[in-house]
């Protein structure tokens, strides 16, 4: 069972929850990498950020999303605690909004330290 400390779910195993919310393109592109990493971002994307809940994850995914793309995803996957722990937490609009903020160029480090496959968990369309 997960302890939740400083917002983020840890596990006794050594890996952290967090979930990820994509549109389409950004899915498309975890399923071509086999699951196991997040692309690269964009110029204008500095941040890569995973959110500390579920509940949080899916209000982007629909809210922001589907609007956006015609369809939103909750994607969740497990990060090696000591990795997560480097990246504090951040607030986005509320105490329930937690992030992380990875730096773009750190990314691949990120995706190094995911353990197992980036799962969906949520789907929402137009």
Wanted: proline fraction near 10%.
């Amino acid at each position: 069972m997960a302890a939740v400390r400083g917002g983020r779910a840890e596990h006794p195993d050594g890996t952290t929850t967090l979930w990820r919310p994509v549109g389409p393109a950004e899915l498309a592109l975890i399923r071509d990498g086999g699951w196991r990493a997040f692309p690269p971002r964009l110029p204008d994307q500095p941040i890569f950020y995973p959110v500390l809940s579920e509940d949080y994850a899916t209000a982007i995914a629909r809210d922001w999303n589907v609007p956006a793309g015609g369809a939103g995803y909750v994607t969740r996957f497990r990060v090696a605690t000591g990795h997560a722990r480097r990246y504090p937490n951040r607030e986005a609009g509320g105490a329930d909004r937690l992030e992380l903020w990875v730096p773009a160029a750190e990314l691949d480090a990120f995706n190094a330290h995911i353990t197992g496959p980036i799962e969906v968990v949520a789907e929402f369309t137009a």
